[in-house]
């Protein structure tokens, strides 16, 4: 127990593993070949750079239910700024950067209204939404190819070397980059001193608002990302995309060991959390199992790792 406790992310690591040797027993074949890997991992890609930004606001304490919005908002974005002939790297940028100003929104209303980030994101997850129907005229925005479709799409011959296609890498180095502002800096440390006991940290001199400001806005700053790879996706900008996503987001981080009352998850945890309910849910597709049998089964491992999350830190008060 004492290794879980200071490696978080191996409880879904090992349930990964798990969860992957059973599938592969009972559906061999097609599942355990090396493309599916890579199909899967292509396919964790939006939650899991999601997550990595979800993972910093619940360790803080808070919530985000904006996501979903905010990734349809940002395929919007994107595909606009590609129709309108800009290139693909700024397309990029602008839907990045209408996310992060998603996210500073989300911030500055929460810092300076003092309401709870719950119903402040879930203001701003139907005002998103709408916005983002309004910029698309509620219809899906078609754009010219420009290469951003190459971020998710199979690798092309002679590129076997990079194992994976471009956007899985991206992920994998945002949520490294994440997980080492965590543990090296100053300000990593400041977002779980605030999540673990805010009046503590404030007393401590720990700037509380302005670091929620920038951490909601770090979260929209990822979510944009996510919403760049799912227009690679998609290849087009869909303002009615990703409904019900911030729900896959925070799942991922809660089964990676992230706890909703704050001060407690991990990156690479989160990461894993992704990867297993894409194995799930791959897993049973290839079994024939119907989509609401694995939204039940989703919805179980959740409340599964709540309670498990609960009854720790019970057993921990106790001592």
């Known amino acids: 127990m004492k290794y879980l406790r200071k490696y978080p992310f191996l409880g879904p690591l090992v349930a990964v593993v798990v969860v992957y040797v059973i599938f592969a027993i009972i559906a061999p ?20 750079i999601a997550a990595a930004g979800m993972t910093l606001v619940i360790l803080l304490g808070g919530i985000d239910l904006s996501v979903g919005s905010n990734v349809a908002l940002s395929t919007v974005v994107c595909a606009l700024c590609l129709r ?8 990029a940028l602008a839907a990045m950067g209408s996310g992060m100003l998603a996210g500073l929104v989300n911030g500055a209303l ?27 005229d509620e ?3 078609d754009a010219p190819a420009s290469g951003l479709e190459a971020l998710l799409a199979p690798l092309p011959p002679g590129w076997g070397w990079a194992l994976f296609p471009p956007g899985v890498w991206i992920m994998l180095g945002t949520s490294a980059l994440v997980a080492a502002m ?38 929209g700053l990822f979510a944009g990302l996510a919403g760049v790879m799912e227009y690679a996706t998609l290849t087009v ?19 990676g060991g992230g706890s909703l009352a704050g001060g407690e998850g991990s990156v ?23 989509n609401w ?4 089964v989703t919805g179980g491992i959740v409340v599964t790792a709540v309670a498990l999350d609960r009854a720790r830190r019970s057993s921990e008060a106790g001592r």
């Not at 309108?84 to 397309?91: H, K, Q």
């Not at 049998?293 to 039940?296: A, G, S």
Request: aromatic share 4%; with cysteine.
């Open 293 to 296: 049998v694995q939204d039940i």
């Open 237 to 255: 900008g869909d303002p009615t995309d990703s409904i019900g996503l911030e729900l896959e987001v925070i799942a991922a981080v809660v089964i």
């Open 139 to 141: 219809q899906k925005i």
């Open 268 to 290: 690479a945890g989160a990461l894993f959390g992704a990867l297993l309910m894409t194995v799930i849910r791959t897993g049973s597709t290839f079994l024939g199992i119907d």
């Open 29 to 48: 074949g097609p599942f355990t070949r090396a493309q599916n890997l890579t199909t899967m991992a292509g396919q964790t890609v939006v939650v899991g």
């Open 84 to 91: 309108s002939g800009a290139p693909a790297i700024v397309a």
């Open 182 to 219: 965590l543990v090296y800096t100053r300000g990593g440390r400041h977002i779980v001193a605030i999540g673990s006991n805010e009046a503590t940290a404030r007393l401590c001199g720990v700037r509380v608002e302005r670091v929620k400001w920038l951490v909601y806005g770090l979260a």
């Open 110 to 136: 929460v810092t300076t209204l003092r309401i709870t980030p719950f119903i402040v994101t879930l203001g701003t997850m139907r005002a998103l939404r709408g916005l983002a129907k309004g910029l698309a």
